[in-house]
């Protein structure tokens, strides 16, 4: 079992920049695909960004391409999202996901709590 914590959200403005945090605890994160969602109300969990075990491979979202950038640390067990720029649109639960499958990242196995990124104009 691993178990995933996200932190990092807030209320920021327009064209500022967050960075979120997702700890893993109960396995080792180099085991593991990792991703990051997100879920604004009344839509659906939509797929924002994705790095493999070692942090060779990374896909974004067309959405956030460009904006956003995927990390991670092994050592420390964190995966981190970078998030530049960030547009009203961007609002929503931002939610950590890790699979020992790289593709799809729907399908991974562990999910966390989510954490709240509010982006005012």
């Known amino acids: 079992q691993v178990q995933l914590v996200e932190s990092g959200g807030g209320l920021v403005q327009a064209g500022g920049s967050l960075r979120l945090s997702c700890a893993a605890s109960?396995?080792?994160?180099?085991?593991?695909?990792m991703s990051w969602f997100r879920q604004a109300p009344g839509k659906e969990r939509e797929f924002v960004a994705a790095?493999?075990?070692?942090?060779?491979?990374?896909y974004y979202a067309d959405s956030v391409k460009g904006r956003f950038t995927i990390s991670r640390d092994n050592a420390k067990n964190t995966v981190y999202l970078q998030m530049n720029s960030l547009k009203p649109e961007d609002t929503a639960v931002y939610y950590c996901?890790?699979?020992?499958?790289?593709?799809?990242?729907?399908?991974?196995?562990?999910w966390g709590q989510g954490t709240q990124v509010t982006v005012s104009s």
């Open positions: 996901a890790g699979g020992r499958r790289w593709w799809p990242p729907r399908e991974y196995d562990y």
């Open positions: 109960g396995r080792t994160l180099s085991d593991y695909h």
């Open positions: 790095i493999s075990t070692r942090g060779g491979s990374t």
